[in-house]
């Protein structure tokens, strides 16, 4: 499956922005998808990820309760909507698919998404 991500953009500090990203070459509700942000000078962390049909969710505590993740399967994209954004959550943030039979499953290990997208850049200015 190929993955594409966008919305980056600059935002201020407290600000919101949506990050979205499309799927195509396979079918999008069979994937766990995730997003996973990297920032300069720093290991990409995991942030979050939704079961095939949306049901659960997984979010790192330095994201909780300010992003929110959601699907729309019938248009074969993920989002991550950021909230209360701070200049810590600057990074390049990346979706990543993982196959599975379980529907309800998540997957919070970075190590284990097969596919990734290129990447789109989140800057938050204070």
């Known amino acids: 499956v190929q993955l594409q991500a966008s919305g980056g953009g600059l935002v201020q500090a407290g600000g919101s922005l949506s990050v979205s990203c499309v799927a195509s070459g396979g079918t999008f509700s069979l994937y766990v998808m995730g997003w996973s942000r990297q920032a300069p000078g720093k290991e990409r962390e995991f942030v979050s990820a939704i079961a095939r049909r949306g049901e659960t969710t997984y979010y790192a505590d330095s994201v909780k309760g300010r992003f929110a993740i959601s699907r729309d399967n019938a248009k074969n994209t993920v989002y991550l909507q950021m909230n209360s954004l701070k200049p810590e959550d600057t990074a390049v943030y990346y979706c990543?698919?993982?196959?599975?039979?379980?529907?309800?499953?998540?997957?919070?290990?970075?190590?284990?998404?097969?596919?990734w997208g290129q990447g789109t850049l989140v800057t938050v200015s204070s």
């Open positions: 990543a698919a993982v196959k599975t039979t379980r529907i309800f499953l998540v997957v919070s290990n970075i190590n284990e998404y097969d596919y």
